[in-house]
């Protein structure tokens, strides 16, 4: 069975830095696109960014601050995120579809994992 599991966020001052996981089983990595989304109280999902066997895109709120990695071998997805601001406090998810290209509608989903930044 598809899973993704997340963990890494907490509780982190501004200018902080993060490292969310996404550890996944059940299927193939390689063959399939990794998403980084992101919901704040009140707001809608937002995609932050992806990662396929052929690119990797960023929302432009966070280009620049934020890399996305992936580990063929230990199945997991990572989201570095550095000089966080508060605007980036959400709960952050990834997601999975089997395509070999960056897509913001996927299929599977994680549940989540907090990310509060605050001084």
């Known amino acids: 069975q598809l899973q993704l599991v997340e963990s890494g966020g907490g509780l982190v001052q501004p200018g902080g830095s993060l490292r969310l996981s996404c550890a996944t089983s059940g299927f193939t990595l390689y063959y399939y696109a990794i998403g980084w989304f992101r919901q704040a109280p009140g707001k809608e999902r937002a995609w932050v960014s992806c990662i396929s066997s052929s690119s990797t895109n960023y929302a432009d709120s966070v280009k620049g601050r934020f890399t996305i990695s992936r580990d063929n071998v230990k199945n997991t997805v990572y989201l570095q995120m550095n000089n966080l601001k508060p605007e980036d406090t959400a709960v952050y998810y990834c997601?999975?579809?089997?395509?070999?290209?960056?897509?913001?509608?996927?299929?599977?989903w994680g549940q989540g994992t907090q990310v509060t930044v605050s001084s």
């Open positions: 997601a999975a579809e089997r395509t070999r290209f960056c897509v913001k509608s996927m299929a599977y």
